[in-house]
């Protein structure tokens, strides 16, 4: 049996080295809403209230639908869209209130709903064009090259094969290494009798384990909100603000939003 002056700087070394193969960095995200899009957002609602069911009433919920709409928001701007399509049945509102609609839906990847959204803007709209070829299009949504998360984590069980299913290689190779240096490790400790790092070792080693299924889904997720993203920038969107600005002599809404 080797001596415990021989083994432990063996087992040190490989420890450091696993330690050193470990990643370091960190990545935050957080999402806000900026106060002056809020507070715009209180000004338009007041607008709205005090002018209900006339045009200026209806273009402050069509910016208020807009405002979330830029901000990612779907489910909230949705809403305001369909509150003008709702309550007012003008044109010149009911048109752009469907379009940016349809549009919340694709934000949502309600790809069958955005193409019965798209269809109902009127042939007399401005929109009208690129409303229809939106409509064909949004159901190209459903044939996007997509990456199943359960499949990454049930191939994850052989570490970096999950992400190889993802095509994330470099990920995969990391993987494979670190889970089989922590078992390298980890039995070379109980082989030379030092039972306390083995355990350690194994309990470390099974986090990483596990992080490499949780990666693996991630890492899905992360494939098919980019494949998802992409085929909307691909999609023309004509819609334009400047459409409700006020002209001279007639009342209505003028006002320049940044989100």
């Known amino acids: 049996m080797k001596t415990a002056k021989n083994r432990s700087p063996r087992i040190a070394a490989l420890v450091l080295f696993i330690l050193l193969l470990l990643?370091?960095?960190f990545l935050f995200a957080e999402i806000t809403i900026t106060d002056d899009?809020?507070?715009?957002?209180?000004?338009?609602?007041?607008?709205?209230?005090?002018?209900?069911?006339?045009?200026?009433?209806?273009?402050?919920?069509?910016?208020?639908?807009?405002s979330y709409f830029r901000q990612g928001i779907s489910?909230?701007?949705?809403?305001?869209?369909?509150?003008?399509?709702?309550?007012?049945?003008?044109p010149s509102l009911k048109n752009p209130a469907l379009y940016r609609l349809g549009w919340s839906n694709l934000q949502a990847n309600e790809w069958r709903n955005a193409e019965q959204t798209f269809k109902m803007v009127g042939r007399n709209s401005p929109l009208y064009p690129s409303a229809q070829d939106l409509s064909v299009?949004?159901?190209?949504?459903?044939?996007?090259?997509?990456?199943n998360p359960t499949t990454a984590g049930m191939l994850a069980i052989i570490p970096g094969l999950g992400h190889v299913y993802c095509n994330r290689y470099k990920d995969a190779l990391v993987a494979f290494l670190l889970n089989g240096l922590f078992?390298?490790?980890?039995?070379?400790?109980?082989?030379?009798?030092?039972?306390?790092?083995?355990g350690i070792l194994a309990f470390v080693g099974l986090g990483f384990y596990g992080g490499n299924i949780y990666s693996a889904v991630?890492?899905?997720?992360?494939?098919?909100?980019?494949?998802?993203?992409?085929?909307?920038?691909?999609l023309a969107d004509k819609f334009d603000l400047?459409?409700?600005t006020t002209r001279q002599g007639h009342i209505g809404l003028a006002l320049r939003v940044e989100f």
């Open 23 to 25: 990643p370091c960095s």
């Open 37 to 66: 899009a809020q507070f715009a957002r209180e000004r338009l609602n007041s607008v709205s209230i005090e002018y209900a069911k006339t045009t200026v009433g209806g273009k402050a919920l069509l910016f208020m639908g807009e």
């Open 75 to 90: 489910d909230e701007a949705a809403r305001y869209f369909q509150k003008v399509v709702d309550e007012y049945p003008i």
């Open 137 to 147: 299009r949004s159901l190209e949504g459903e044939q996007l090259p997509l990456k």
């Open 183 to 198: 078992i390298w490790a980890t039995v070379e400790a109980f082989d030379e009798d030092l039972p306390v790092l083995g």
């Open 218 to 234: 991630n890492a899905a997720h992360k494939h098919n909100r980019k494949v998802r993203n992409d085929f909307r920038k691909g």
């Open 242 to 244: 400047g459409l409700f």
